[in-house]
């Protein structure tokens, strides 16, 4: 009979583990999906977990190797091996019918690339073709990354299927991005509360922070998937944007729905009409760069830190 104290810690990270589900899937059903497994996986295994111990950590663990399991089962169910003489499929032009996501030429120039690496780069090293669904696959020996997620803005076949905004975000530089944001999410969890803008807030932007401190030749308005003249105007307003998060009380408030606004790529058309997406990030980048320049904090330091309110009053914020 499963523990009562169990199913109460269980039911109470169910929010985290949905947020880090869609995060893995970037798909509202499979993530509902996930969870569920993860769950009654976790149920099953109650006599393994070890109590006083990281009980979320242990949940994210459990969801986390269940999807890269799923994934791997999806990957060989997928996979073609070409054993025809010189390679005769692999070959056939764009117009015979056997036409994949990206281009022929793509797929093999990206595995010639590959191939070329030192093995010990080589071996964690992995691509996938993921339906335009998953960027970044991180796990504990592996790195997988979407290569139909990446081939340009302006790659014809996204002309059809995505707006400029989630365009943007789709070209080769943000490949390393994408993926140290992707293991930086796996070794330090979200531990705020889902539905709090602050906590949100905090935790995107000190990814946002580590990226672009990580590559400071990347142009901030890249990194975001803005325009420059979008960029140019969260710094001239930047002022007015926290002045009406303060105002309408979203900061603290704790509302799912109007915090999830705030890290959509869609245009923030709630707060202005020339306000770009996913303007939580970027203010919560903000905040952080400001910390980091008050406390000379580590970025070590910086990850272990979960305390959202003490970070912004450390950081002395104010546009």
Known sequence: MKSLSFRKDLVGV????LRFAYKLTTDREEANDLLQETSLKALDNEDKYMP??????????????????????????QTFIDQTDNLYHLNLPQDTGFESTERTYDLKEMHRVVNALPKEYRVPFAMHVSGFNQNVLVGDSLLSISIDKYLGEEYPLYQDFFYDFQRRLMTPEHIVPDYLAGWLMSEYPFEGKENVLLDRMIYEGKI???IHQAFPELKPEVLMGYTETSYNWCKENESNLW??????KHLYTPDLMTTNKYFDNVPSIFLASDA?????????????????R???????????????QAILTDSKYKP
């Open 14 to 17: 169910q929010d985290e583990l």
């Open 276 to 292: 770009p997406g996913n303007l939580g990030s970027w203010l919560g980048w903000q905040i952080i760069d400001k910390y980091m």
């Open 243 to 248: 002045k009406a998060i303060i105002e309408r």
């Open 208 to 210: 946002k922070y580590l």
């Open 52 to 77: 006083d111990t990281n009980f979320k950590g242990w949940m994210y663990t459990i969801m986390r190797n269940i999807f890269i399991n799923n994934y791997r089962k999806v990957v060989r169910d």
């Open 294 to 308: 008050e406390t000379n904090s580590t970025p070590e330091a910086l990850m272990q830190n979960n305390d959202s």
